[in-house]
Each structure stands twice: as C-alpha cells, then as structure tokens.
C-alpha cells in the first residue's frame, strides 16, 4: 500500500472517531451513555418489530450476555425500556422501549441522522476509493 492509502485510512479512522464522539455528546446531553443509545438503536431497529430478547440485544451489540442484563437493567431503571417474559419460550425476556425511551430515542435518532447527512459526502469519497481493489504493490 502506498503513504497516500494509509493517510485515507488514518482520515477515515478519524472521522468514524469523531462521530463516535459526536453520538457520546448527543447521548450524554439526554442522560444516556453513547452504549444505551445504542442499545435503543438495536431494540427500535431490530426486525421484530422492536422487540428484542437480550441474547439478541447482546449479539447485536457484540457484548456478553451478562453486559446485555446490566444494560437493560439500567435502562428499564431510568424508564426507557420495560421486559416482560417471551410468550413463546417462557425462557426468554423480551426488551421493548416505553413511551419515554421512544421520544428520547427519536430526538437522538434525528440529530444522528442529521449528522450522518451532513458528514456523508467525505464518507462517499472515503468508501468510493475503499470500494477499489487493493494495490498490493
């Protein structure tokens, strides 16, 4: 790879890092961790309708089962989610957002998404040369 390819890589690192760092301000500023946000992004997101077991939760975030609980403990104590046994498999615990985690997670979801559009276009350019074979030479 060439000094310019790892210079795009090093950018591209950058700017995944500053949003990153934009979603943790945004989080924060509605009392939520940037890993409760996200954790409201997987419930809302997820195929089911927004209902998700925490073994899903926790593949989906690509955390332990045990991180997954703590999570969802601490969500459902600040009212943002609620759990209720799998009607299916008494087994499983269902997680869903409540009315509160619902507002909350769409005024994040609107500032995310306003700032994904504006940061789009140096994001193009970076996936646009990515998307070419390597140079290995």
């Known amino acids: 790879m060439k ?25 924060a500023a509605l ?11 997987a419930i809302k997101g997820h195929p089911e309708s927004g209902v998700i077991t925490i073994t899903e939760l926790a593949q989906w975030m690509l955390i332990k089962h045990n991180s997954a609980v703590g999570l969802v403990d601490r969500l459902e104590k600040e009212g943002f989610v609620r759990r209720w046994p799998s009607k299916q498999d008494r087994r499983q615990v269902g997680v869903k957002l409540t ?14 998404r306003v700032e994904l559009h504006r940061i789009s276009p140096e994001f193009r350019r970076y996936f646009r040369y990515f998307s070419k074979p390597v140079d290995w030479a």
């Open 31 to 41: 009392g939520l961790t940037s890993q409760q946000y996200q954790a409201l992004l």
């Open 99 to 112: 009315a509160h985690g619902e507002r909350v997670f769409k005024r994040l979801a609107v500032v995310h």
């Open 3 to 27: 000094k310019e390819e790892f210079q795009l890589l090093a950018e591209f690192r950058m700017c995944l890092r500053q949003f990153n760092f934009f979603s943790e301000q945004e989080s």
